[in-house]
């Protein structure tokens, strides 16, 4: 058991050190009538200061010391005092005689006070305690104000992670560790995927507020071994000791990306942000740390550019991913639509209750000639922000209405929605190329939803309002895709007269295990019914998932469970078959 000091304990503790039991029962008389109780142990020479010292469970305060003592030099003494109660004790020496100089030399020992037995009295005594106890509460507060220098110097200061600088010494020294007795270990590189919007859109209070608790789910996701630090913004790093294999890893890293795609409820805000992780394993990937954490980065770039949001480094993946090159890939992306080699898949959404088809949304597609498949997120993102931006669009808007004008369906179900970019409705003519298109090929306004990211919205509010209520104006209705997963502002679905709300899939897939997925679904679904708003759950895969909808009243759907995108050529057939099983 650790002794506890004066300070801790809130009692004072004193070791009188003297040969004369005279003069120690004198002194103990003075003591006894301190303003304060103190708690009195009493010793008659250096042996029985030393026992008294290491055998009692509290830590002196004050040792009342003589110097000279049958056995020795009281003096002697002071090298063990330190040792066992520490240099915060207040050593006061009581002697029958010296001089000036004795008194000088004593202090230099490190002995607080100097008091004479020819003139000792209480009020001496009292007012030795009484700066004592000033002088233990100074170095009390000293002592705090380093260790918080300490732990500042060492930790993040808005999250209380180990930062950047414990992380590197850390990495250090398990590499060190595994030199000498090959210990196994993995370094994991994690970034926030929409942190960006999160301080854009919410500010740097929730951003930060976002950041805390991430931190703290990381931090009580790990052993105690483990590592987990913030090296700065969203950017965050572990080392996991014990990683032998590549199986154990992916593991890991999938259940941290997990984690972190549980929606965070920071007051009247629910984000859900996800992550990307890299990782990297000692010594599989590298023995030292510039090498881990170079591998580990690589495969975290990886994960971001990617489907798959946990990734392992691998050495044989090529250095620079085929579409990585963005530029290289707009000029691909323009050949492709110079000759038709994009193609749009269909995805039927259905009314739950009895199968009624009730529209398709349309995605895009794209078979490079060189590289094969290349995924929607890749090129999507490649060309949003550029000039190929609006022929991309209109290019959409001319296949899919042109597919829609030669679809087999019955007028309920001759109806399309089509994914855009926020950004398409910075440009002047876009209303009036799409009513263009319309008419071209005869589709009514009424047949066509545009589908928008709550995100997007939020990117450029006034603008957006002004070319949606445009659209509206003639018709076009709007919905919000993926809601749920980045911002969930109840105020934007007032102002743009949204018709409908898609649910993201992320909700949807955890409904049988998530009270709080269960509780949102359910309260959307009293929402958009209070205000007549369409609600679609996507990421309907299974038929357990298909009842909980409808026992919640929610009675449209799409999803894998349904039918996956199809290339317009299958949907004839498909349309006959779900019309003969429905």
Avoid at 449 to 464: F, R, S
Wanted: overall charge negative; aromatic content about 8%.
């Amino acid at each position: 058991m650790e002794a506890l000091s004066s300070s801790e304990s809130g009692e004072i503790y004193a070791l009188l050190v003297d040969d004369d039991d005279v003069d120690r029962e004198r002194l103990a008389r003075m003591l006894k009538r301190y303003k304060r109780p103190i708690h009195i142990a009493e010793a008659s020479s250096k042996s029985g200061a030393l026992a008294e010292l290491r055998e009692r469970k509290v830590r002196f305060s004050f040792i009342f010391l003589d110097f000279k003592l049958d056995d020795g030099d009281g003096r002697d003494l002071l090298p063990d005092i330190w040792e066992s109660v520490g240099a915060d004790c207040v050593v006061v020496a009581v002697t029958g005689g010296g001089s000036e100089k004795t008194a000088a030399d004593a202090i230099k020992l490190g002995i607080r006070e100097y008091l004479s037995k020819v003139d000792l009295s209480t009020d001496k005594v009292s007012s030795a305690i009484d700066e004592g106890l000033k002088w233990i509460q100074v170095q009390a507060r000293l002592r705090q104000a380093e260790q918080d220098l300490l732990h500042k110097s060492l930790h993040d200061a808005l999250t209380d992670l180990p930062n950047r600088h414990v992380f590197f010494d850390r990495l250090e020294q398990f590499c060190m560790i595994h030199r000498r007795k090959v210990d196994p270990f993995a370094v994991l590189m994690l970034d926030l995927d929409r942190f960006k919007e999160v301080n854009d859109m919410r500010g740097h209070v929730v951003g930060d507020r976002l950041l805390v608790e991430v931190s703290r789910r990381l931090a009580d996701s790990v052993r105690e071994a483990d590592t987990v630090a913030r090296l700065g913004g969203d950017e965050f790093a572990m080392i996991l000791h014990g990683v032998h294999s590549l199986e154990v890893a992916q593991a890991m890293a999938q259940k941290v990306v997990k984690l972190l795609e549980q929606p965070f409820v920071l007051g009247p805000d629910v984000l859900r942000v996800g992550a990307s992780a890299g990782i990297a394993l000692c010594p599989q990937h590298g023995q030292d740390p510039n090498t881990l954490l170079s591998r580990a980065d690589n495969a975290m770039y990886r994960a971001k550019k990617g489907v798959e949001k946990a990734v392992i480094y691998d050495d044989l993946e090529p250095k620079s991913s085929n579409f990585t090159d963005r530029l290289m890939l707009l000029g691909d992306l323009e050949l492709a639509l110079d000759r038709g080699e994009l193609d749009w898949h269909w995805q039927p959404k259905i009314d739950l209750r009895d199968g009624r088809i009730l529209g398709f949304e349309v995605l895009a597609r794209w078979q490079h000639r060189k590289f094969g498949n290349v995924p929607p997120d890749v090129f999507i993102a490649a060309v949003e922000p550029s000039p190929l931006l609006p022929r991309f669009t209109l290019e959409t808007f001319n296949r899919v209405l042109g597919q829609l004008h030669r679809l087999p369906a019955r007028p309920e179900e001759a109806h399309v929605a089509i994914n855009i970019s926020a950004r398409i409705l910075e440009y002047p003519d876009f209303v009036d190329q799409l009513l263009a298109v319309l008419r071209e090929y005869t589709v009514k306004p009424q047949q066509l939803t545009l589908e928008l990211t709550e995100t997007a919205l939020i990117a450029n509010p006034v603008q957006a309002r002004r070319v949606i209520d445009a659209l509206a104006a003639e018709g076009i209705e709007l919905s919000i895709d993926d809601f749920g997963a980045g911002f969930t502002s109840f105020g934007y679905l007032r102002e743009f007269a949204v018709k409908e709300i898609k649910i993201d899939k992320s909700y949807i897939i955890t409904l049988g295990q998530s009270q709080f997925d269960l509780s949102l679904v359910t309260s959307l679904v009293v929402f958009c019914r209070s205000l007549d708003i369409g609600l679609v759950a996507e990421g309907v895969e299974t038929t357990d998932c298909w009842q909980r909808l409808l026992d919640l009243g929610c009675h449209c759907g799409q999803g894998y469970g349904i039918s996956r995108p199809m290339p317009f050529d299958d949907l004839t057939a498909w349309l006959e078959q779900w019309r003969q099983r429905h």
